[in-house]
């Protein structure tokens, strides 16, 4: 299975900054996805990042909230820009190995907004 | 779009106990689905998977079955054990362009196995 890495895995932060979250994996990939899991709640997809190119977001995120680089297979990031406290919730990066067409998941970073 | 029900929101068993959770989907194309579990502070864990070509999967205390005619897959856990207790989340997916399967989720199911 792939080892994903996400950095940070908490942080607090404070109304109006932006926090930056990495997702590295330790084996190439064919797609890596970036989700949202708010409290006690189910997992949204934000967006599919995308090697190279814009990634391709689902209905309700916009890029200027959340903005997504893949600089390659391996690496992503994912930005949580102007937060407000509808933002605190956990980040989940993810992604499909090569070998087998199964979706792995990160730990997680868990975002509080004050 | 795909949505997906997932029954019940919390489950508590006695430790040997089986448990079953149980959920449908809306889009007849959905041809893959994970189940994954979650525990407090960790990220979702993939535990067993079905296509959409099987009707049952089994791997140890694990299985799950699929019914395409009536929408509706199930996982089904035996002789469950307080490590079992966790959050479950079934989910259905559709194959997209590169490889991968763009997965929709149920709400999740909060299981508590008692001693």
């Known amino acids: 299975s792939a080892v994903i890495s996400q950095k940070p895995s908490r942080d607090i932060c404070q109304r109006g900054t932006s926090l930056t979250i990495q997702c590295q994996v330790d084996?190439?990939?064919?797609?890596m996805f970036w989700y949202r899991q708010q409290p006690g709640q189910s997992l949204t997809l934000i967006a599919t990042?995308?090697?190279?190119?814009?990634?391709?977001?689902e209905s309700g995120f916009v890029i200027d909230k959340f903005p997504i680089s893949r600089p390659n297979l391996t690496f992503s990031t994912l930005t949580v820009s102007n937060m407000s406290p509808e933002d605190s919730s956990i980040y989940l990066c993810s992604v499909v190995g090569i070998a087998k067409n199964i979706q792995y998941f990160g730990a997680g970073t868990r975002l509080s907004v004050l | 779009g795909e949505n997906v029900e997932q029954h019940p929101s919390t489950l508590s068993v006695q430790e040997g106990d089986s448990a079953v959770i149980k959920c449908t989907y809306s889009d007849s194309a959905s041809n893959y689905f994970p189940w994954y579990k979650q525990e407090l502070g960790k990220g979702p864990q993939l535990i067993i998977d079905i296509r959409s070509n099987v009707g049952e999967k089994k791997d140890q205390r694990i299985a799950v079955t699929l019914n395409k005619t009536a929408k509706h897959f199930s996982l089904h856990i035996t002789e469950t054990q307080p490590e079992d207790s966790a959050v479950y989340f079934c989910a259905a997916s559709i194959r997209v362009r590169g490889g991968g399967n763009k997965l929709t989720f149920g709400t999740g199911t909060q299981l508590k196995v008692e001693l």
């Open positions: 084996s190439q990939v064919t797609m």
């Open positions: 990042a995308n090697q190279g190119s814009e990634a391709t977001y």
